[in-house]
């Protein structure tokens, strides 16, 4: 199995292949429009403007954790690019957790585990693929996506 193997569901319904990516990273985020992490959309997209030739951020909304992401997969995508000027993919909503895990989720987390195990902690957990589909590196929600980016020029080789 290899990320690469995966795919998903984008909001409205269209299948988003992880082979698309080859070649370049991947960063994974779980993400809630009513989170209090809600600012690192910002920083995601900036990440997303500055590397779109070799990083694609994947934005994956998740309601398990206290109801923050009350958008459904018809208004997510409108309610994340007003609000903080998305212009990165975001796919349908997703189980982090529990036995409805999402496959995506449930490989990263056998790969990465974290404090909590395998088990994501919160939302804005982060997870960075290189271009060959190897997940590298696992990252708290607390951690800003503008402290990833040395991982991010490590895995592309800038």
Known sequence: MNFHDLSINTPSGQSLNMADYKG????????????????????????????????????FPCDQFAGQEPETNETVVEACRINHGVTFQLTEKVQVNGSNTHPIFEYLKDELGGTLGKRIKWNFTKFLVTPDGKPFKRYAPTTKPNKIEKDIKKVIKL
Do not use: I, M, R
């Open 24 to 59: 370049k990273a991947v960063l994974v985020v779980n993400t809630a429009t009513k989170c209090g992490l809600a600012p690192q959309f910002d920083e995601l997209e900036q990440l997303h403007q500055s590397y779109q030739d070799e990083l694609v951020v994947l934005g």
